[in-house]
């Protein structure tokens, strides 16, 4: 299984950027799919995450509200919509599964305060 995000971008406080991840590979055997933060000195966070088995979605606290996931099955594509983004967003954000593959490049997400 591959993993290719996309999406990322400099943006003002409050604005919106939306993610994408391709997921390219067997998918048959994954049951959860979600996407994770990494900001530099810190460790890897998990920021929301969608179930397949029973279509439940995880949201970490800080961004309950504001981040909305989301998925295109038939093009094995995740979204992840960020909305009144806050300087303390700012992180390489990536998408993982369960059971986890290989880490992808990420993309890169920065708030301008």
């Known amino acids: 299984v591959q993993l290719v995000e996309s999406g990322g971008g400099l943006v003002q406080t409050g604005e919106s950027l939306r993610l994408s991840c391709v997921v390219s590979?067997?998918?048959?055997?994954?049951?959860?799919i979600g996407w994770f933060r990494q900001d530099p000195g810190k460790g890897r966070e998990g920021v929301a995450c969608f179930n397949n088995r029973d279509h439940s979605v995880y949201y970490e606290d800080s961004v309950k509200g504001r981040f909305t996931v989301s998925g295109d099955h038939a093009k094995n594509t995740i979204f992840l919509q960020m909305n009144a983004l806050k300087p303390e967003d700012t992180a390489v954000y990536y998408c993982?599964?369960?059971?986890?593959?290989?880490w992808g490049q990420g993309t890169q997400v920065t708030v301008s305060s």
């Open positions: 590979g067997f998918t048959e055997d994954l049951y959860a």
């Open positions: 993982n599964t369960n059971p986890p593959q290989t």
